[in-house]
């Protein structure tokens, strides 16, 4: 069954740092998201991303994040400078026809900034 | 703004009892998802409800959807330890509007 993969599993960085969260959406799907989770906390959209561009972004979507297609299997989240507030589970999810059908969720990049 | 409240947040139910977990939301919404997380893993879909009176079971757990009262509910049955995770629910908003808002989760622990 077609699913979504993360990597890394988990990340520890420093303060300060870049990282960049990976994921391969299921092949066939066109629409692709970031939300996270705050440990204990409910999951936040973060970011929609359709036809190379994003299509909504959440207020927590700052100018630290960005987002990017950069060949047509990968879609990443970067996130320039890291917070200790960053620290959370990343999902990435992607669905064939936004709106119209399911999202498939990933397994999650866990993120710890110290 | 649309908002989402389950509740309870914490249920903790002893093998064999029923009970149900209850989603209200804000806004008018065309589809309402519930989710499955177990600790630290990712969000398996459970039921997808797309109109109003729809009802879908699974196993145990049966989802239904009202969208005159803006309410979806998770109604387990015979409860077994199998079931112990967090339950979220999640709404779309409109038809063509991805984005999921989700819930604040009810936290399920079975006892035997």
């Known amino acids: 069954e077609p699913e979504v993969t993360q990597t890394p599993s988990h990340q520890v960085t420093q303060m300060g740092q870049e990282v960049i969260l990976r994921c391969v959406p299921i092949?066939?799907?066109?629409?692709f998201y970031w939300y996270r989770q705050i440990l204990g906390q409910k999951v936040e959209f973060l970011v929609s991303?359709?036809?190379?561009?994003?299509?909504?972004k959440s207020e927590i979507f700052d100018d630290q994040f960005s987002v990017e297609r950069p060949d047509g299997s990968n879609f990443t989240l970067k996130i320039r400078s890291t917070k200790l507030e960053d620290s959370a589970m990343y999902f990435c999810?992607?669905?064939?026809?936004?709106?119209?059908?399911?999202?498939?969720f990933g397994q999650g990049t866990r993120l710890t900034v110290v | 703004e649309l908002k989402v409240e389950q509740n309870p947040l914490f249920l903790s139910m002893q093998e064999g009892k029923n009970y149900t977990i209850y989603c209200n939301y804000s806004?008018?919404?065309?589809?309402l998802y519930w989710y499955r997380q177990d600790p630290g893993k990712s969000l398996e879909s459970l039921f997808v409800?797309?109109?109003?009176?729809a009802v879908k079971q699974e196993g145990r757990l049966m989802a239904s959807l009202d969208t005159k009262a803006r309410l979806s509910t998770l109604h387990i049955t015979a409860a077994v330890h199998d079931l112990s995770a967090t339950y979220f629910c999640?709404?779309?908003?409109?038809?063509?509007?991805?984005?999921?808002?989700f819930g604040t989760g009810t936290r399920l622990t079975i006892i035997p």
């Open positions: 806004t008018t919404s065309d589809r």
């Open positions: 999810a992607s669905s064939e026809w936004g709106g119209l059908t399911e999202a498939f």
């Open positions: 999640a709404v779309e908003r409109n038809f063509g509007n991805e984005k999921l808002t």
């Open positions: 991303f359709y036809n190379n561009e994003i299509s909504e």
């Open positions: 092949s066939n799907h066109l629409y």
């Open positions: 409800l797309l109109s109003n009176g």
